[in-house]
């Protein structure tokens, strides 16, 4: 941790901030900045979270571009939105049943031009990988050779819903050029021969979780 848990909340972002902007310094590179800086979740309290906002928004847009939440409820979002001034660019929330897809809280991203960021997107997602929709469209990739057809497909269904992108947990290379390269495969056909049958797997998938 690089900051002491003593010391003031304010104390303690300034510490970590500089200790993740010493990270970014290399020869050459100029002044480092962070493009954008997530809190990973809310603060206990409201006021304590608008507390920590208050400091990061003293850094944009110089050493900080844009700001982010992980892990909020759409009254932490709203606060933000209407009492702060920066609005967070994007938002990191689990993308699964327990929390209804956040159905509700992406539509408000959506009006508020905020970028949803799903995580858990496969492994809190067995239902859907199981599902009748991502199996039929897994079985039309399988002689393309694109690898993991079910993620693959589960991805695009996800991405396909606006304002929305998949945030791929891999650490290893390779899986993650080879989720790229799958994903341009798939685009490449939504905007072709998949075209007309596309819009009925988006509709079943909207369904599925409740958004229609």
């Not at 050459?28 to 006021?47: F, K, R």
């Not at 929390?99 to 809190?124: A, D, H, M, P």
């Not at 997602?125 to 039309?140: D, Y």
Request: charged share 25%.
């Amino acid at each position: 941790m690089p900051y002491n848990a003593s010391q003031p909340l304010e104390e303690q972002i300034h510490t970590s901030i500089a200790s993740s902007l010493s990270h970014f310094t290399f020869p050459g590179s100029g002044e480092p900045y962070i493009d954008c800086l997530v809190l990973h979740s809310p603060l206990p309290t409201l006021p304590e979270t608008q507390r920590a906002w208050k400091v990061f928004e003293s850094y944009v847009p110089h050493k900080i571009r844009t700001l982010g939440i992980s892990n909020t409820s759409l009254t932490v979002l709203k606060s933000l939105n209407t009492e702060m001034n920066i609005k967070p660019s994007v938002v990191q929330n689990r993308f699964y049943p327990s929390t209804n897809f956040e159905v509700v809280l992406r539509k408000y991203c959506r009006e508020e031009r905020t970028i949803f960021q799903s995580f858990w997107t496969l492994t809190g997602n067995p239902q859907l990988m199981e599902s009748r929709v991502v199996k039929e469209v897994a079985g039309e990739l399988e002689e393309l050779g694109v690898g993991d057809e079910k993620a693959v497909v589960l991805y695009s269904l996800v991405m396909s819903l606006e304002g929305i992108t998949v945030l791929n947990g891999t650490t290893n290379e390779e899986r993650m050029k080879s989720d790229l390269r799958s994903l341009g495969v798939v685009g490449g056909l939504v905007e072709g021969e998949w075209k007309e049958k596309w819009k009925g797997w988006t509709d079943e998938f909207r369904g599925l979780i409740g958004e229609l």
